[in-house]
């Protein structure tokens, strides 16, 4: 099933100052999602972003908001993200490695459910645990601070995970790629079989991000 690829500006990569005309920069250059990074210093070597700024963001924009908890107690906060704004929501399958009751109580707050995990993470652990994801999320770099070069195995990794999703019917949900996503590598991700590919300098930071979106999306 060919998709369109849809781009995520991650929004770590905005200057916090405009973040205002940031978001419409990003909305004027045609990118679709946003990326929401929120790191608890626990299970990733990082704290970033709370819910005061993810409701700052819904009030500045209408795009789809994709918020990612990179939290070792995400569940006690769902409920806390989908109010603030959230329109799909991302627990990592390390923390949550039966991840139905999470992905449940997602769903029952009207999100899309989402399910991440990292380089270090077999993808046969995936298996029997995609029956109820909306997007699946593969880190292409170790989660915790941007910048990280691109982890070359991922494309192989990609290529898994797109069989096992449309083998356990669920062709349908995204996979998202996060992690140093360029336009250098954005056509070899796309043929891997991500459809949504999560970048933060290359758009937020482009001397023309219509371009650098163009670029991504195109893979070239």
């Known amino acids: ?34 990326h929401f990074d929120v790191m608890d210093a626990h299970f990733v070597p990082n704290l970033s972003l709370g ?80 029956g109820k994801v909306d997007r699946l999320l593969l880190m292409s770099v170790y989660p915790g601070f941007g910048g990280q070069k691109f982890i070359p195995e991922s494309l192989d990794r990609l290529r898994a995970i797109r069989s096992l999703l449309d083998r356990e019917g669920r062709a349908e949900a995204d996979l998202e790629i996060d992690g140093g996503v360029s336009t250098a590598n954005a056509a070899a991700i796309i043929d891997a079989g991500a459809d949504t590919l999560v970048a933060g300098t290359g758009v937020f930071r482009a001397d023309d991000p219509v371009a650098a979106v163009r670029e991504l999306r195109s893979g070239r």
């Open 1 to 34: 099933m060919t998709k369109k690829v849809k781009i995520a500006p991650s929004i770590l990569a905005a200057d916090f100052l405009r973040l205002g005309d940031e978001i419409r920069k990003v909305e004027d250059a045609g990118a679709e999602i946003i």
């Open 51 to 130: 819910v005061g700024i993810l409701e700052s963001v819904r009030k500045a924009t209408s795009l789809y908001l994709d918020v990612h908890l990179m939290m070792d107690n995400a569940h006690k906060y769902l409920k806390t993200f989908a109010d603030a704004g959230a329109d799909g929501i991302t627990v990592h399958l390390e923390i949550y490695p039966e991840p139905d009751e999470v992905l449940d109580a997602i769903g029952s707050l009207g999100k899309d459910r989402g399910l991440s995990i990292n380089p270090d993470m077999p993808v046969e652990r995936l298996s029997g645990k995609v």
